[in-house]
C-alpha cells in the first residue's frame, strides 16, 4: 500500500493511464512494479544438493563425436531448477558458480590436442579426411557447459536468463574480483550466440506511443540513460507530437525493450538539448508534418547490459531513418544530438600535465592563458582543475565567455584526434562514426545540466547522418580509421594543432 501511495503521490503513473491500459484494481498497478514470483521461489535452494552436485547433474556430458546427435539431454525439470538456483544466489555466490562452471565445465584440452595433432598429420591427405578431423575438432572444442546454454535457451525465459546471466560475467570482469581466463572465454561464448540470437531479422522495430503498455512506458522512463525522465508528463511528452519513440523488441523476450532509440522532429537541427526536452513543451500541439524535415536523434539506450557488443543500436538508427523517410518523404536532415561523456575527465588531465610543466600553457594561446589568468589569479592551471571539478567555473559569466572558444577547440582536438586503438577514444563519437555519420558541430552550452556540465562542460555535438554517403563512411572509417568532419571541427582543430603540443 505505501508502494502505491508513492506512485500516486509522484504523479508518475496516473489513473488515466492505469484505466488506458485496463488497469483498475491496486494489485493490477502495483503488478509491474513487484518481482515476478512464483511459490516456488519461496523455496530453499536446491534441498539436499549443494553447487557441484547441482552442477554435476545439469551440466549434460559431451559424449563422443560418433554419437554427437544422441546425447542424452538433462531433464527440463533439472533445468528449472538451476535457473530458480542461480536466481536466488548472492552476487558473490554466482560469481563462484560461475567460474566453477566456466572452469570445470569447459573443454577437454587433452582430447583437443590429440584431435589437433591429428589434423596436423592429416594435412597431405585428401580434403574430405582433412574437412572431417576438422569437423571433430570443433565439437570436441566446443565447452561442456555451453551445451547446457544452448538447452536454457529453448526454456520460456532461458534467453532472458542468459541475457542476465551475462551481465554477471561482465560485473565480474569489470569488478576485478577475478581474472579468470575461464569467465572471459564463457563471456566471449556468450556473446556469440546472443549476436547470434538478436540478429537483425529477429528483431521487432516498433514505435512506443502513450498508448503502448504502461509497462512498457514505464521500463523506457527507467532505461533512459541520457536524460533521465522526471515524471509522467515528461515521458507523455517523449512520445507525443513532434517526438517518436523507437525500440527493438525480440519474440523471446517480450515486454522487454531491448534498445531505445528517442527522436524530435523538428524545422532544423538542434543545437541544445532544453529546446527538446524542457517542460514547458506542449504535450497537446499538433504536428505540422510539412513544416517537419528534420529528425533530432537525442537519446539512444540500451536496455540489457547482457547484451553489451551485440550491434543493436546502429542498427535501430539505420532502421528508424528509413522508417521517418517513409512517413516524411521530404525530410532531407538527420543529425545526432549527442554527450560528450569523458571530455571533463580528459580535460583535467590535460590541465595536471599543464600544471606540472610551471612554464605557462601549451593548449591555451597566449592571449586566452592572460585573461584567464585575471579572472583566476596565480596557478591558472591549478585554479581551473579545481573550477572544472566543482562546476564552479559556471557561475562567473565572464570566465564561460573567455573559455568558450579555447575548450571548443579543446573539445573539438579530443573527439577528431584522441584515439584508442586507432579509433576515437570518446565511445560516443566511435559509435556514431562507426555507423557512417560525420562529425558536423560542437554546440557550446547546450546542456546546462549538472550532469551535462560534470561530463562535458555543458556541450554537446552533431553527428550527421547523410543517407547516401553513411555505408562508405561507415566502411572508411573501420578500415583506415579516418574521421569525416565537417569545416567547423577541422578549423578548430588546426587552430588547437598551432600552439598545442599534446
Known sequence: MLRFRALCTTGFLTQQMCQRSGWHRKSDLLRPFLPSVTLSQFKQPVAGLGMDELLSSVVPSLGTYETRDKNPPPRESQILEFMRYYRGLASQDKSVLLEKLASGYGADHELV???????????????????????????????????????LSRLEGGVKFLVDLRADALDILESKVTDSPYIREMNSILKYMLSEWFSVGLLNLERVTWHSPCELLQKISEYEAVHPVRNWADIKRRVG???????????????????????ALTDHISSNIQDIVREISSMDTDEEAEKIDTAIFYSISSSQKGLQGVELGNVLIKRVLRELQGE??????????????????????????QAKEMSGSDIFTDAEYQEISEIVGSSPMESLKRLFSNNEWVRSERLVNILEKPLMKLC??????????????????NFHLQNGAVLWRLNWMADKSPRGITNSCGMMVNYRYFPEDTSNNSAQYLATKHIEASEQILNFVSQFQKNSKL
Open 241 to 263: 507530437p513532434n517526438r517518436r519513440c523507437f525500440v527493438f523488441m525480440h519474440g523471446a523476450m517480450p515486454g522487454e525493450p531491448l534498445v531505445v532509440l528517442h527522436v
Open 328 to 353: 516524411f518523404p521530404h525530410m532531407k536532415h538527420f543529425s545526432s544530438l549527442s554527450p560528450i561523456p569523458g571530455f571533463t575527465s580528459w580535460l583535467l588531465g590535460a590541465l595536471s600535465s
Open 113 to 151: 590436442a590429440d584431435v589437433g595433432t591429428r589434423l596436423l598429420d592429416s594435412l597431405q591427405r585428401d580434403a574430405a579426411t582433412v574437412l572431417q578431423i576438422e569437423d571433430r575438432l570443433r565439437y570436441y572444442l566446443t565447452p561442456r557447459y555451453k551445451v547446457l546454454l544452448n538447452y
Open 412 to 429: 573539438a582536438w579530443y573527439l577528431y584526434k584522441e584515439k584508442h586503438r586507432g579509433y576515437a577514444l570518446n565511445p560516443v563519437a
